[in-house]
């Protein structure tokens, strides 16, 4: 069986504009239900978003952001749901991650900008010792959808997270992840080109994180919504971690968790 330490990341939104309505709990009951089921499922990590990214959604203030978060995070530390899960925030703003920490103690800072919109980001991040995700991302939420202009998209993914390792080398972060960012400035067919090249990511020495769960290079392709496709999400799971995938981050954790354990059982027989 594989040695490899693969985690699932279950997706809670505490906002009402997350483009799969399953995946949003605003109200405080609806997260702890979710976060329990979730963590029943298996997940590893808690990633929780309060402010949305997808293409054409309004992007909330600071105060907005933080306001939303704030009574989740805690409930979080009231109710201990499991000293074994870990605790992230989807957030780029560096005042939230510090205003976190200091309710909600040691998370993870999943970070959609990979530190291109706050300077401060990755200084805050190193000095408060915390994993971080950097992902790759051409423009802003607003402009990113007009970025589909590429040369090579698997060289220039590349050569982004060398620049990045350079630029958290200057504030001391080492302890990061690195996400392709699916979805983000890429055309679909872009998307499947570095599916199919993900192991190459691998040669950066950090864990690669995919967020491929129900995006639209899966339902456009098929002509469906959304939520018809887990099942297709599931098979794009698969092949992500036979490519070399080290995080999953989803919103369906129990069917996740059973493709890992497919991957675990095709490699304890190759």
């Not at 799969?20 to 609806?30: G, L, M, N, V």
């Not at 972060?173 to 983000?184: K, N, S, T």
């Not at 995919?210 to 639209?216: A, D, H, T």
Request: negative net charge; charged residues 25%; glycine residues 6%.
């Amino acid at each position: 069986m594989s040695n490899r330490d693969i985690k699932v990341m279950g997706i809670i939104n505490v906002n009402d504009d997350s483009y799969f309505e399953q995946s949003r709990a605003r109200q405080i009951d609806a997260f702890a239900s979710r976060a329990e089921r979730l963590i029943q499922e298996g997940a590893d990590v808690i990633d929780i978003g309060a402010c949305s990214t997808r293409p054409g959604a309004e992007m909330v203030d600071s105060e907005c952001e933080w306001g939303r978060l704030n009574a989740v995070l805690e409930l979080w530390n009231r109710k201990s749901f499991s000293s074994s899960v870990q605790l992230s925030i989807d957030t780029f703003r560096s005042e939230i991650v510090s205003r976190a920490f200091d309710v909600a103690g040691h998370l993870t800072v999943n970070d959609i900008s990979a530190g291109s919109e706050d300077d401060s980001m990755l200084k805050v991040v190193s000095s408060l010792h915390l994993p971080y995700i950097a992902m790759h991302r051409r423009g802003t939420c607003a402009t990113m959808h007009e970025q589909y202009r590429y040369e090579n998209i698997l060289s220039e993914v590349l050569d982004y997270f060398r620049k990045f390792e350079q630029k958290a080398a200057l504030v001391g972060l080492e302890d990061y992840i690195i996400d392709p960012g699916f979805g983000f400035s890429k055309s679909i067919e872009e998307n499947y080109v570095l599916l199919n090249n993900l192991s190459a990511l691998r040669q950066l020495h950090h864990p690669v994180l995919v967020g491929l769960s129900r995006k639209r290079m899966i339902y456009e392709t098929l002509g469906i919504t959304p939520q018809d496709s887990l099942p297709a999400t599931c098979a794009i799971h698969l092949h992500a971690l036979l490519a070399g995938a080290d995080i999953l981050r989803v919103h369906d954790v129990k069917e996740a968790v059973e493709c890992v354990k497919l991957y675990h059982t095709i490699e304890q027989f190759r």
